[in-house]
């Protein structure tokens, strides 16, 4: 069976999470990787598998390889998948060969009372006021805030001393957009490694598993070894025929451009070779955590020094 979480991103998170909950998965989302797909999914001895594909930073080109795993999986292995905002093509499939299950941002009716019930889910107590300047964040054009960096907001403020005023919630609450796994990626490119460390443990305190993180750190570095085996045969490649042949978002081809144009063939080999040991060490019983302080490290130095 193939479930497939849309709509506002943390909230389809949350479903997805608990879903495996109910379903005796671990919460462990994995990247769109073919390979580890059917590898999750396959079960064994004591039962069907299962997999939590997070689809987030899916590129339009690698949905069919995924597609086929997908069709070609038994019967019993359970899929949840999370894809926020899925192309065209991707709802039809749904639509014929998965349940879907939406959860839209709520409305400014709703908003409040979700703010509300998320700041009593984490032992605060809020006044009216406050519940309504932090439901007005969400969405606001200047500064706009979602519902995961307004959950990590209500976080920050169980560490402060009561009462919760207005006016002091409104000094405590930051107005800036919620931490981007490629702002880690990038930094270990540039060799920064002081920020790369700080943002790992960011991203580690605002809940995301340290295998997930490795994932997207070896998925992002495999888009950047693609860009640059294209630059390799056309050095006059820009950001346009590169979102085109990996089928990437512009901003995202900016990126990866940029990235494969700042580095080596070897050291973007020795990247990867860094993240698949790292992986292979964070499943073999060490600890995840310091494995991936260590491809961060290694990143760093190989590509900053």
């Not at 606001?140 to 805030?145: A, S, T």
Request: net charge neutral; proline share 8%; hydrophobic share 45%.
């Amino acid at each position: 069976m193939i479930l497939v979480f849309t709509g506002e991103p943390f909230l389809a998170r949350e479903a997805l999470l608990q879903e495996a909950q109910l379903q005796g998965l671990p919460p462990r989302l994995v990247p769109p990787d073919p390979a580890v797909v059917a590898r999750e999914a396959q079960g064994g001895l004591f039962g069907p598998g299962g997999a939590l594909v997070d689809l987030r930073e899916l590129a339009e080109t690698e949905w069919k390889p995924l597609r086929e795993v997908l069709e070609a999986l038994p019967r019993g292995a359970l899929v949840l998948l999370l894809d926020p905002k899925p192309s065209a093509s991707r709802s039809r499939w749904y639509t014929e060969k998965a349940q879907r299950r939406d959860h839209p941002t709520p409305g400014p009716r709703e908003l409040a009372q979700w703010v509300a019930n998320r700041a009593r889910h984490h032992g605060l107590k809020l006044s009216g006021a406050v519940v309504s300047y932090l439901a007005g964040l969400v969405g606001g054009r200047e500064n706009p805030m979602g519902l995961e960096a307004l959950d990590q907001e209500l976080r920050k403020l169980t560490l402060a001393a009561p009462p919760l005023t207005l006016e002091r919630v409104q000094a405590l609450v930051a107005l800036e957009p919620p931490l981007s796994g490629f702002e880690l990626v990038r930094a270990t490119a540039e060799g920064r490694l002081a920020q790369a460390l700080r943002l790992g443990q960011e991203l580690l305190g605002r809940g995301e598993d340290p295998l997930r993180i490795l994932g997207a750190l070896s998925w992002q570095y495999v888009r950047v070894a693609r860009a640059w085996a294209l630059l390799r045969d056309d050095p006059l490649l820009g950001e346009g025929g590169l979102a085109k042949a990996l089928g990437l978002h512009p901003l995202a081809a900016k990126q990866v451009l940029l990235l494969a144009k700042g580095m080596s063939g070897e050291a973007v080999g020795r990247a990867l070779e860094i993240l698949l040991e790292a992986e292979q060490a964070a499943k073999t019983g060490k600890d995840p955590r310091l494995a991936l302080e260590r491809a961060v490290v290694g990143l760093c130095s190989l590509l900053g020094g």
